[in-house]
């Protein structure tokens, strides 16, 4: 069986744009599989909730989420960041995955709460196009105020009961050390080198 020329050049132009050859994953070592292709770590609902928990409550982690939800990043992204990068690693296969979203969503919003961040659920584009015509700018605001009305709705469907209450629980206690960029009180003291009236 002749190879044909387009078939090199797709092989090429792969390998030139860094593109994996098709079926280059059935030639990796059976001995060094990949997280995702070994038994997952967690397939417990509720054990998996506990390390997802543990993972977003880790100091560095926390002062990155908060600063990402100060920068407009959407929940819902980081959630879905913190679950894919847990089932890339082994941790739980993607049904579980799946179940674990809203829960990690609650998670997310909890902390911004706690925090005093404002956040929101989805990230956006906020870019406005130049329109003309008063009939295009009546149709934008109506799917802007439906887009709004289905933001709210999304919002009061994510259940704090998706969360075990003890996990809810730790959440509501858990302290927050402040941020190294949040600016500091001074108090004003008396030193030696001070001048006074």
């Known amino acids: 069986m002749a190879v044909s020329e387009k078939a090199i050049n797709f092989i ?6 860094g593109r994996p050859v098709p079926g280059q994953s059935l030639t990796n070592s059976p001995d060094q599989p990949y997280g995702w292709e070994q ?3 967690f397939t417990s609902p509720r054990e998996a909730m506990l390390g997802v928990f543990d993972s977003l409550t880790v100091p ?3 002062a990155n989420i908060l600063l990402a939800l100060k920068g407009g990043t959407g929940v819902i992204d980081i959630a879905s960041i913190t679950l894919y990068a847990g089932f890339l690693e082994g ?3 993607p049904d579980l995955m799946m179940l674990l979203m809203e829960p990690t969503m609650y998670m997310v919003m909890a902390l ?3 925090a005093e961040v404002e956040y929101v659920l989805e990230s956006g584009d906020d870019a406005v196009k130049e329109l003309d015509g008063n009939t295009q700018v009546a149709r934008l605001q109506s799917s802007i105020n439906n887009l709004e009305d289905l933001r709210r709705e999304a919002v009061n ?5 998706s969360v075990p209450k003890d996990i809810r629980e730790i959440i509501e206690e858990t302290e927050l050390a402040p941020s190294l960029l ?3 009180k001074q108090e004003s003291n008396k030193s030696l080198l001070s001048k006074e009236a």
Not at 157 to 161: E, Q
Request: avoid cysteine.
């Open 12 to 17: 090429q132009g792969s390998l030139e744009r």
């Open 39 to 41: 038994p997952p770590e």
């Open 60 to 62: 560095e982690a926390t």
């Open 91 to 93: 941790k739980w296969n």
């Open 112 to 114: 911004a709460e706690k």
């Open 157 to 161: 469907r994510v259940s704090p009961m």
């Open 182 to 184: 949040e600016r500091v």
